[in-house]
């Protein structure tokens, strides 16, 4: 087999001990699981990449084709619409729980008042109860308020477990940020309005971008909990991939399935590179 | 009380004009207060309460619902559910752990990390499709045992309760690896030099030397994962059959097929109660180390944050 990276002669006979030793902890047995776990990660993704070109419906190669890129653009209405519901949901949730988070953070990290101890355990909560028991009392609740399941369920479940993600970003931004600067821009005559808008809120905007970005993520990939709260008629891609491949492969979602891979690299890097601009600037 | 001091800046001052806390985090306690604890405190008192003949509950006080939990059908579902979240927990750290020492070491920290990253921003189903893409009857796997002669019949791999573990160390070795290469990155490595030189063997140096001092990330990435494992819900339904049912299916069967609303809520209790010991657990190691664990998970929360926007502003990642 092919080692992918150069492996040193070991010394020979009765070499000294020190070289052996140096010699080991070049080739580690971290590096080892490191790279194993890294072909253990990334293999499945490549095989779906691989068999997305695949002409046959199965998994069984025979021939190069776009055919199901063409299925996937082409004839898949209700799997763009599916796609529609769940940018809605995300763009919208997203939005709401970064302005709350945002301000959420602002007071927990610098003022002190009566229910602080409270927002502090309700924001660290649900990032660590598991997701279904967000969506089953939500679902429960949602019953009991008689609120019809639909987009808009849908749309405050993904709000509220989107909230912590982004005040807990925030807050740690504001963390780095040197609290001297507010008390100066008070000094100077600003109003509270005006120190949030032209002080906090710039140099927390990393941190709430950012925030906002995983929100995003976070809502256009949760099943568990949409699966929940979901009605007729409010499929999420999530959900729509769920019913195709419930039975087994389907070769449209191999397709679907490398744009969103292609789609999370390119959305990355071009943000990274967004972002470093705005730095700079 | 003292507002909450953070590692490197000074404690901020609590201003004495107006008080504006609540103005900002009055709108993050409402949300949460409505749409979190209301419906935590719904599925408690429904817990208690009898169950309605067409799902939902009726307002009479009963414990049906705990009592059905000691029936041996649902115990042997939670212990199966206890056995595999552990085990698939310790794979998941015994691959993680060396995962996140070799990220610390290395001098490309802000491209490993990315690779670790990468497929933790797939798509969750998308990633537990690629393995049934992979172990299906019709699948990779299969088609490809076949083509090199190996095998005539295919074999089921999935369906079992080895496909759910396997799937779930896939599914949450990211959650493992990110918190205990953070650890171990700001871990000083010339104690185990030091230790060498004392005449340490390697295996000591790890077990003595290394592996006490990053007791708080171990303990975060436990928690990361055996908590969303012991919750399961999406991956043994996927890849499980009937016999690696988990309680998170449990809960999904009781509240839409069979509608037993005041069952379905116990169980979650029962979940919630076994997460809640393992935060107290956390709590009951001395408070520096609680703390210490606290802020791992902010740096967990940050270094997610920061793979997305700029890897290289990252305070470990951009090192050489």
């Known amino acids: 087999m092919n080692i992918p990276f150069p492996v040193r002669k070991q010394p020979q006979g009765e070499a000294s001990r020190h070289a052996r030793r140096a010699y080991r902890s070049r080739f580690s047995l971290s590096q080892t699981v490191f790279l194993a776990s890294i072909v253990f990660l990334f293999m499945p993704l490549f095989v779906l990449v691989l068999y997305s070109f695949n002409e046959s419906k199965g998994m069984g190669w025979t021939r190069f084709s776009l055919v199901w890129y063409e299925k996937l653009f082409l004839q898949s209405d209700d799997l763009w619409r599916a796609f529609g519901n769940s940018a809605i949901v995300a763009f919208s949730s997203a939005g709401v729980a970064t302005v709350i988070g945002t301000l959420g953070a602002i007071g927990v990290n610098w003022y002190k008042f009566r229910l602080k101890v409270y927002v502090q355990a309700i924001t660290f909560l649900p990032m660590i109860l598991p997701e279904i028991i967000i969506g ?46 507010i008390e100066a821009a008070h000094d100077l005559g600003a109003t509270e309005r005006q120190t949030l808008l032209r002080v906090i809120l710039p140099a927390a905007m990393p941190g709430f971008i950012s925030g906002f970005l995983t929100a995003i993520t976070l809502s256009l990939e949760d099943f568990v909990i949409t699966f929940f709260v979901s009605g007729p008629g409010s499929t999420t891609l999530p959900l729509y991939v769920y019913s195709a491949i419930r039975f087994g492969v389907s070769p449209v979602i191999n397709a679907l399935s490398v744009v969103m891979i292609l789609g999370t690299v390119i959305l990355t890097y071009s943000l990274r590179n967004f972002l470093k601009y705005i730095a700079a600037k | 009380m003292k507002p909450a001091a953070s590692p490197g800046s000074a404690t901020p001052p609590i201003r004495a004009t107006r008080n504006y806390g609540l103005t900002y985090a009055g709108p993050t306690a409402l949300w949460f207060s409505f749409f979190f604890v209301a419906p935590l405190l719904i599925i408690v008192l429904y817990s208690f309460l009898k169950k309605g003949l067409y799902g939902g509950v009726e307002p009479i006080f009963s ?102 573990i396997l799937v779930l160390v896939y599914m949450y070795l990211p959650y493992a690896i990110l918190p205990l290469f953070s650890t171990i990155d700001k871990f000083d490595f010339s104690l185990l030099e030091a230790a060498r030189d004392l005449g340490a063997t390697k295996t000591q140096s790890m077990t003595k030397i290394l592996l006490p001092n990053i007791r708080a990330g171990v303990f975060t990435a436990v928690l990361f994962t055996f908590i969303p494992i012991f919750g399961a819900y999406a991956v043994p339904l996927l890849v499980g059959g009937k016999d690696s049912y988990m309680l998170g299916n449990v809960i999904a069967d009781q509240l839409t097929k069979t509608r037993n609303w005041p069952l379905a809520s116990a ?23 609680a703390t210490r664990v606290m802020e791992e998970r902010r740096a967990f929360a940050d270094s997610m944050a920061d793979s997305v926007v700029d890897p290289a502003s990252h305070p470990t990642g951009g090192q050489a």
């Not at chain 2, 169980?267 to 180390?289: C, D, H, L, P």
Request: positive net charge; aromatic residues 14%; proline residues 2%.
């Open chain 1, 136 to 181: 089953v009392s939500l679902l429960v609740f949602f019953s009991g308020i008689k609120l019809k399941l639909g987009l808009v369920s849908i749309f405050i479940a993904h709000t509220t477990f989107n909230l912590p993600f982004v005040y807990l970003m925030v807050m740690a931004r504001l963390d780095e940020f040197d609290y001297s600067i």
């Open chain 2, 63 to 164: 414990l049906d619902a705990y009592r059905a939990l000691i029936n041996p059908t649902f115990a042997a579902v939670a212990f199966k559910t206890l056995v595999s979240s552990i085990i698939a927990t310790i794979i998941t750290i015994l691959i993680a752990l060396p995962c996140g020492y070799f990220m610390a070491k290395s001098r490309h920290q802000t491209t490993l990390l990315l690779l670790v990253i990468i497929p933790f921003w797939t798509n969750f189903l998308i990633r537990v499709y690629a393995w049934i893409a992979i172990l299906g009857n019709n699948g990779f796997l299969n088609n490809f045992l076949h083509r090199v002669g190996l095998t005539h019949e295919y074999i089921q791999f999935l369906y079992n309760q080895e496909a759910v």
């Open chain 2, 267 to 289: 169980i979650s209790m029962v979940i919630t109660a076994v997460t809640t010991a393992g935060i107290m657990v956390m709590m009951a190691m001395n408070k520096r180390e």
